[in-house]
């Protein structure tokens, strides 16, 4: 039996795989990813081994702790203080305290309950097309997956401006005001309805959504409505966040804004379980004394030394830096491309987190355009992937030690296939 059909008929067949031809990865290092046949990929894809896979020092704090103690956190331990301070450090102010959880998922779901709270309301916005976790209280706020649930009453969904995709050519003052508009819209219905507003939940890349390019101050704009109507404003760096975006640590920098609620998972452990949630003392200090929040493996010792190992190594090799050289070279070339195939749209994205828009030459989406490329460029061992309402931008978001000349072979790979798509 093959290690699919096994799969299939134990973890069943429904969540997803990549590929028409799924990947069985045996090892990775830094960039690079070797199957189980020992043919290399390069990884163009991957988020969550921010500092690259099996990155060394990361594997050996996990190894040196997990040999000395590993256990939960209703004993004191000096590490996991230590990796509180140094993560707090990272944060503009007020955002002085944390929460440890174990994903995305339950950091989303954590500051939820603490934004209903603290607001005295249920009414939560979310972006119309957008994932952030699968717990109960998330699946009734999913627009970008499947998820039975449906919206549940107290939702309101907004569509997220994209001057690159939806609103392209628009003048952008007036897709602000629209935007604007429906945000104002969504409030007022919350508030008719009883149900108030608790809080704002975004992504602050909104790749989900296909790596929007928002109208200048959209952002500040909808969060300032928000916090006027009562409701807190909850920053997803799961995507965006520990320098993914170059510039900056956090995604909200970007932003010009400070958030009140901070969640994180996917690289904060580099492929360790760990996520959390980022808030003021204030808002602690309500939540605090009136719920008792146990997470047995939330930011355990050995999870704390990996968060520690992961923060030493951006620093020490200065990732930011090179997220962001790396990634400004790649939308460079990544134009280039868009010169020559008139089927491609302008470079998205921020730091190492690049995509285009893939059209059927018409100007519509296409999706299934946008899959043979991803699968071309994977016929060529480099992977990526696609995102967005319709499938159709393609999504290259690599480990942050990817530099210039995994960019020119990733660049190369593009080429062949947008080539060979004309
Ligand atoms: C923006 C965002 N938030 C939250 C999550 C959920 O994180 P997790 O899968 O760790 O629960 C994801 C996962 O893809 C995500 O992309």
Redesign the pocket.
């Known amino acids: 039996m093959t290690t699919l059909s096994r799969r299939q008929s134990t973890i069943g067949p429904y969540s997803p795989l990549f590929y028409d031809e799924p990947l069985e990865f045996a090892s990775a290092s830094g960039v690079w990813l070797t199957d189980i046949h020992g043919v290399r990929y390069l990884d163009g894809y991957n988020n969550v081994p921010q500092v690259g896979h099996a990155h060394p020092r990361v594997v050996e704090a996990l190894s040196e702790q997990a040999s000395r103690l590993n256990i939960h956190t209703r004993y004191l331990n000096d590490r996991v203080v230590e990796y509180a301070e140094r993560l707090l450090a990272l944060f503009d102010s007020p955002l002085d305290r944390v929460m440890f959880t174990n ?4 950091s ?1 779901d954590l500051a939820l309950r603490i934004a209903t709270q603290h607001s005295g309301a249920r009414g939560i916005l979310i972006s119309d097309f957008s ?4 717990t109960a209280a998330l699946a009734a706020l999913t627009t970008g997956l499947a998820a039975r649930e449906g919206l549940g009453a107290h939702v309101r969904t907004i569509r997220i401006p994209d001057l690159d995709g939806a609103d392209h050519g628009r003048d952008p003052g007036t897709v602000l005001a629209e935007s604007l508009a429906e945000v104002d819209a969504a409030i007022a219905s919350l508030n008719e309805e009883g149900h108030g507003v608790a809080a704002w939940l975004f ?1 602050s890349l909104f ?2 959504e296909g790596l929007n390019r928002l109208p200048e101050g959209y952002v500040a704009a909808v969060g300032a409505r928000v916090r006027a109507a009562g409701g807190l404003l909850i920053a ?1 760096e ?2 965006a966040g520990f320098g993914r975006t170059g510039a900056h640590y956090w995604g909200y920098q970007l932003h010009g804004l400070v958030p009140d609620l901070v969640t994180m ?2 690289p904060m452990g580099n492929g360790h379980p760990l ?1 959390g949630v980022v808030l003021p003392a204030a808002l602690l200090d309500e939540f605090g004394p009136r719920n008792m929040y146990f997470n047995t493996f939330g930011g355990n010792p050995v999870s704390s030394a990996v968060g520690l190992a992961v923060l030493d190594v951006l620093r020490d090799e200065d990732l930011l830096a090179r997220a962001e050289s790396t990634g400004t070279a790649v939308r460079e070339q990544l134009a280039l491309l868009g010169e020559r195939f008139d089927f491609i749209g302008p470079p998205k994205g921020a730091g190492m987190f690049s995509g285009f828009a893939v059209s059927d030459g018409a100007g519509a989406p296409d999706a299934a355009r946008t899959k043979r490329l991803v699968e071309s460029v994977k016929a060529d061992r480099i992977l990526i992937s696609r995102i967005g309402r319709h499938d159709n931008v393609l999504k290259m978001r690599p480990p942050l030690p990817f530099g210039p000349d995994e960019a020119e072979l990733l660049i190369a790979a593009l080429d062949r296939a947008l080539s060979a798509s004309s």
């Open positions: 994903s995305g998922s339950e989303n994932y952030h976790g699968h992504d790749s989900t997803d799961v995507q998972g996917k996520g």
